[in-house]
């Protein structure tokens, strides 16, 4: 709506992009003094060590780690393996959440199409048997919602991060299908995590449009039982909801939740099962095309992950 452009303009892009390559290269040119030292004049090593500093870029850890995850939001969907590993150390978390987990859980799999018979197993919910993922759906033109998923939670781990909070994916691509439904839960019950949040984007018909957020419901039943999380869940999934309407300016979903952008859900196996405080975002509706046309631009996807980031941080206390 009217907050689209107000704010801070897209600052990532050209801000940042120039400290990528140097970056990039320190851990390399590192590496290169350090093999050049045995073989070259004690002299002549010193000189470059000592220019290095001196000429080199101002102190990169002192800002925190600002400038490699901005920088990362910037790179295709696949930043984790492009990260040098060096960068992490280089990164110590420091910052408002630091110390603090955060699960970001990518729906579905965009491998999940070509393993039906793995998917359609079915789990145990605790209050239901459900199947272990589903293949989510996919806009007219056929971009999936796996992608779509993926790459917001890659561009909201970035953000996170740089507030110094650990953040772990349920998973990053790295496997033909799933996780199920209930291995998705029992990762952000295991990390112990502060908060969860599954990112999504739904498949109604043409013409609902907008966002909402699912919090849990109360059940109880097998392993199943929100009693604990049900409270510390709607504020996070309150938080989410202000600050995506905030930062993609869409406004909540006009088919379902009368408008306020918050559902309550009992038969989602990734909410029954979590012991931590946990809610789903449907960014969208990818069927329709107003929706669809945000969902499949770079810079929209940069403001949703900036309002789940910013939600999750409020929540948490930063
Ligand atoms: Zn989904």
């Given at each position: 709506m009217r907050y689209d452009d107000s704010p801070p303009p897209p600052e990532s892009a050209s801000s940042v992009s120039p400290d990528?390559?140097?970056?990039?290269?320190?851990?390399?040119?590192?590496v290169g003094l350090a093999a050049l030292a045995p073989t070259c004049l004690a002299g002549w090593v010193l000189t470059q060590v000592l220019a290095g500093p001196g000429s080199g870029a101002p102190q990169p850890a002192g800002a925190r780690p600002a400038a490699s995850p901005a920088a990362a939001a910037d790179a295709k969907p696949s930043a984790s393996p492009s990260r040098p590993p060096a960068a992490?150390?280089?990164?110590?978390?420091?910052?408002?959440?630091?110390?603090?987990?955060?699960?970001?859980?990518?729906g579905h799999n965009t491998g999940n199409f070509q393993h039906g018979r793995e998917i359609d197993?079915?789990?145990?919910?605790?209050?239901n048997r459900k199947?272990?993922?589903?293949?989510g759906t996919t806009t007219n033109s056929g971009y999936m919602e796996a992608e779509f998923s993926l790459d917001v939670a890659h561009r909201?781990?970035?953000?996170?991060?740089?507030?110094?909070?650990?953040?772990?994916?349920?998973?990053?691509?790295?496997?033909p299908w799933g996780p199920c439904i209930d291995e998705r839960a029992r990762i952000g019950n295991e990390a112990a995590a502060d908060a969860v949040v599954s990112v999504?984007?739904?498949?109604?018909?043409a013409g609902n449009r907008g966002f909402h957020v699912i919090l849990p419901a109360r059940v109880k039943g097998g392993a199943a039982d929100t009693?604990?999380?049900?409270?510390?869940?709607?504020?996070?999934?309150?938080?989410?909801?202000?600050?995506?309407?905030?930062?993609?300016?869409?406004?909540?979903?006009?088919?379902?939740?009368?408008?306020?952008?918050?559902?309550?859900?009992?038969?989602?196996?990734?909410?029954n099962?979590?012991?931590?405080?946990?809610?789903?975002?449907?960014?969208?509706?990818?069927?329709d095309d107003k929706d669809a046309a945000q969902l499949t631009s770079p810079e929209w996807r940069q403001k949703a992950a900036q309002g789940i980031a910013d939600g999750i941080t409020g929540f948490l206390g930063g």
């Open positions: 990528r390559p140097w970056f990039a290269r320190r851990p390399a040119l590192a992490p150390a280089a990164a110590p978390a420091k910052g408002p959440l630091a110390g603090r987990t955060v699960v970001i859980d990518p197993r079915q789990v145990d919910i605790g209050t199947e272990c993922d589903t293949t909201a781990r970035t953000l996170l991060e740089a507030k110094g909070a650990k953040v772990v994916l349920t998973h990053d691509g790295e496997r999504h984007a739904d498949g109604a018909s009693a604990k999380i049900l409270g510390p869940s709607r504020d996070l999934g309150e938080r989410l909801a202000s600050n995506f309407a905030r930062t993609t300016g869409s406004s909540p979903a006009n088919y379902l939740g009368g408008g306020t952008g918050l559902v309550v859900r009992d038969d989602l196996g990734g909410l099962l979590s012991t931590r405080p946990k809610v789903f975002i449907e960014c969208g509706n990818m069927r």
